[in-house]
């Protein structure tokens, strides 16, 4: 299964290339990224950081008041719960005195669960935040995998740790790779590999896709 895994790999990185995710400044942004992201597209995260102006720190986000947070980061949507999030995984980072060095000194199976206890964070963003912010070699999966695994009937499972390990242990463990991989899955789902009406022509993946013409 790794051969078949990286050549889906290769196909999309020919196609695509190095798609130089995550879109951040610092590893504290990714991390505001990954909160604010839920349930919304990026267009609208990107609305909401540009309100921050040079104020996304971590000093920032502890020392603001609630509504001042939820107004700036309003145009992500659910912007109270995410205010409190985003109060949650800041405590969090100030446990490493807003340190990345530190944090990548820790194993990232004891930062996943310390993130998987943060009010907010599911194993997708804890996931998210472990690859792009801290680069640890952890596989994030998302609905764009899922649809992959169905379309190519790869037999990942369609929980989300039984997808993470499938992919972890078909693949190098490689930070780099993991991190183009599912930047370039989504890409190819947005452009090509729709939920309904998939437009399958010119898409890198069509020769081998079980949705093709269908």
Known sequence: MMNNLLSIYETLFAHYGNLNWWPAKTSYEVIVGAILTQNTNWNNVEKAIANFGDDITPEFVMNAGFDELASIIRPAGFFNQKTGYLK?????FS???????????????????????????GPETADSVLLYAFDFPTFVVDAYTLRLCKRFSIDAGDKYADVKSFFENNLPKN????NNFHACIVINAKEH???NNPLCVDCPLSAECNKYGV
């Open 175 to 178: 930070t780099e790779l993991y």
């Open 88 to 92: 949650a995984v800041t405590t969090w």
């Open 95 to 121: 446990d490493y005195s807003y340190d990345v060095s530190t944090v990548q000194g820790i194993s990232p199976d004891i930062l996943r669960n310390e993130l998987l206890s943060v009010k907010g964070i």
């Open 193 to 195: 590999c729709r939920k």
